[in-house]
């Protein structure tokens, strides 16, 4: 009798089992490729400070480029036309006649800032520079008709400050880089006042002057471990005082304001373990309205009783975590965003006066016909004591036993996983697999204890992190230890290397995309606008000039001989961060020594895969690859 419930129980299992497997493949349909991967229909709504129009990204024959509508009506129209890779950063000229935009040349990073007249929609490049990397410094509604950029066209290394006429093109040079300048500040009246400078030690030294003739004053100094969590957000409106991101005394990186005459400090707003995030700053007062922390979602504090009501109402429109496109220019009308885990990106309009919010659109509609999966924030603890923090998305269907499950490591590597919609996690989990996220120490967000503790670490406690993540899952959510993983992008892309060449018994087989393989070459072939931020890589990774030897030890490429398992690479050849011969230099290695592999090469894409046609040809590639190797899915 006993032996006949034990075989009937075997039986029971092994069709819920099957049955489970079935109903998984029969009844969640394959979400598309196109619909996770390719452009988004719209997305980056920004409002014209006169409130009148909507400008937003979309795309014109698959290239992504900025439409413009007037509000209340259905008289969308692109206003550029980009045939190259697409737009993806542009904003309004405070006087609601210009579109400015950025952007460069197949992913070498050198962008240049175009302007488009609405009336004749003309462009014109503002920094018709060869070889020159432009970014924005300063836009303030006071002053319509110029910015300060910030260029490297002097010295290839070094950024010097200019004011920028949008009427007339004219740039004018407003703060000369001496050698060890890594960001300019412009006060309330649209002058240069204030710099972070990049000292010898690894730290960073926080300048000041009195007006655009006068000398620079030394006014506060962050060590070392303080300097990645230290930056400027901007004067006080008097110039009296600066807002600034600062760990100084503190753990978590807070919102202080700091007496430019006396050095007094004043905290506004902080968390003891998570890190500021970001400000809410008047464009009128100067003053933070509102700060968030990134926890395990999106929190918002307010600091001005006049906006708590704003963002009461806004907060209820939606569930997911909230963020600003921008706002008028006389403050009547926000657009806000809405991040959720399980669904698309939405954006609204906000009226203050009417205390109504208007649905402007979702950046992929496609996805409502799909049932997409949730991510769940989950912690644990490391060998070595830390609390490790990050976040898991199942299959939608929770019934199959032993999950295939695909680490994805994030880039940086001082950045963070977020909460909220992310198109490989959702392609993972559609295709079958459990993708686990772990923010290991050396990510920010968490303080700069947790961000510090991985320092000289990369290769080492890092991955350690990593594995002690897989070892978790296993023995607490259902995964199946002969069917893991490791995936990522640029330190992500690292990381899948070293989970190929130290800890090969682990995985089944790695993806890397833009991942370096030799840390000395990486850091000896650094952009040369990098320059100033040298002394930090030497002292958070190592350095090449003292110590190859130990960063031999920390690079894939001289480990080659332990990797056991399949590994897909895939490169952009215009990539200025991670050359193409640090993917081709493993590649030579492992097919020299017979190891499988497969090699992707894209020859118009830089770090990272910007244009719609790549990324879709590159995760059908790689849905294939972890298909063959862990049995789920993929779209023939």
Same mark, same amino acid.
């Given at each position: ?99 400015? /935009? ?47 950029? &910030? ?16 009427? #007339?093109?004219? @740039? ?15 006060? @309330? ?15 960073? @030294? ?7 003739? #006068? ?143 208007? /649905? ?89 204890? /947790? ?49 190929? @060449? ?14 370096? #393989? ?38 894939? &490429? ?79």
């Amino acid at each position: 009798m006993k032996i006949f419930k034990i075989i009937s129980t075997l039986l029971a299992i092994a069709v819920l089992f099957v049955f489970s497997r079935y109903f998984f493949t029969q009844s969640t349909p394959i979400i598309p490729r196109e619909v996770l991967f390719g452009n988004p229909a719209k997305k980056s709504p920004r409002i014209s400070p006169n409130g009148n129009m909507i400008a937003y990204l979309a795309p014109v024959n698959n290239i992504l480029n900025v439409w413009m509508k007037t509000i209340g009506k259905d008289d969308d129209r692109p206003i550029t036309k980009d045939t190259r890779q697409g737009i993806q950063r542009f904003f309004w000229v405070q006087n609601s006649k210009q579109i400015l /935009f950025l952007q460069d040349k197949d992913g070498d990073e050198n962008d240049h800032l175009y302007q488009v007249d609405l009336n004749t929609l003309q462009q014109t490049d503002l920094t018709p520079f060869n070889d020159v990397k432009v970014k924005i410094c300063a836009v303030d509604k006071h002053f319509p008709n110029e910015i300060i950029v &910030l260029m490297n066209k002097e010295n290839p290394k070094l950024f010097d400050a200019y004011r920028l006429n949008l009427i #007339s093109g004219e @740039t004018t040079l407003v703060a000369k880089n001496p050698g060890n300048i890594d960001n300019w500040l412009a006060d @309330t009246n649209l002058k240069i006042r204030a710099a972070v400078a990049s000292d010898k030690d690894g730290g960073e @030294t926080v300048l000041v002057r009195k007006d655009e003739n #006068s000398e620079w004053q030394s006014i506060l100094k962050w060590n070392f471990e303080d300097a990645l969590a230290g930056s400027l957000v901007c004067f006080s409106k008097d110039g009296d005082y600066l807002y600034l991101e600062d760990s100084s005394g503190l753990n978590a990186k807070a919102l202080k304001k700091l007496e430019i005459s006396t050095g007094k400090e004043e905290i506004i707003a902080q968390d003891p373990k998570f890190d500021i995030c970001g400000a809410l700053i008047n464009p009128d007062t100067y003053k933070p309205e509102a700060v968030c922390f990134e926890k395990e979602r999106i929190e918002w504090q307010v600091l001005d009783v006049k906006v708590k009501e704003d963002f009461e109402i806004i907060s209820k429109i939606n569930n997911g975590d909230l963020f600003f496109c921008n706002r008028t220019f006389d403050d009547d009308c926000w657009v806000v965003g809405f991040m959720d885990d399980n669904g698309p990106i939405s954006f609204y309009i906000y009226d203050r006066k009417t205390k109504k919010a208007e /649905f402007l659109f979702f950046h992929r509609p496609d996805l409502a016909k799909y049932k997409l999966s949730q991510m769940k924030p989950i912690s644990f603890t490391s060998r070595d004591g830390l609390i490790i923090h990050g976040y898991i998305t199942y299959p939608i269907l929770k019934l199959q036993k032993n999950f295939p499950m695909v680490l994805l490591v994030h880039g940086g590597p001082w950045y963070r996983d977020k909460w909220g919609f992310d198109s490989i996690t959702q392609w993972l989990a559609n295709r079958g697999y459990v993708c686990l996220q772990v923010n290991f120490r050396g990510s920010s967000g968490y303080g700069k204890e /947790f961000l510090n503790a991985g320092n000289r670490e990369w290769g080492r406690k890092m991955h350690n992190d990593l594995v002690d993540a897989v070892d978790w899952a296993i023995k607490n959510k259902n995964i199946n230890p002969d069917k893991v993983a490791i995936f990522g992008g640029s330190y992500g892309g690292y990381a899948a290397l070293v989970g190929a @060449t130290f800890t090969p018994d682990l995985f089944s087989c790695a993806v890397d995309i833009v991942g370096p #393989s030799n840390l000395n070459t990486l850091i000896n072939f650094i952009p040369p606008y990098w320059e100033t931020f040298k002394m930090q890589f030497f002292m958070r990774v190592g350095n090449p000039e003292t110590e190859e030897d130990f960063l031999n030890s920390r690079s894939p &490429l001289f480990k080659v001989d332990q990797i056991k398992i399949p590994i897909l690479i895939a490169q952009g050849a215009n990539d200025p961060r991670v050359k193409q011969a640090e993917s081709e230099q493993i590649v030579a290695a492992m097919k020299e020594k017979g190891i499988e592999y497969e090699y992707v090469l894209f020859p118009d894409e830089g770090h990272g895969f910007s244009k719609p046609q790549n990324r879709i040809k590159f995760f059908a590639i790689a849905e294939k690859f972890l298909a063959k190797h862990l049995g789920g899915r993929y779209e023939k």
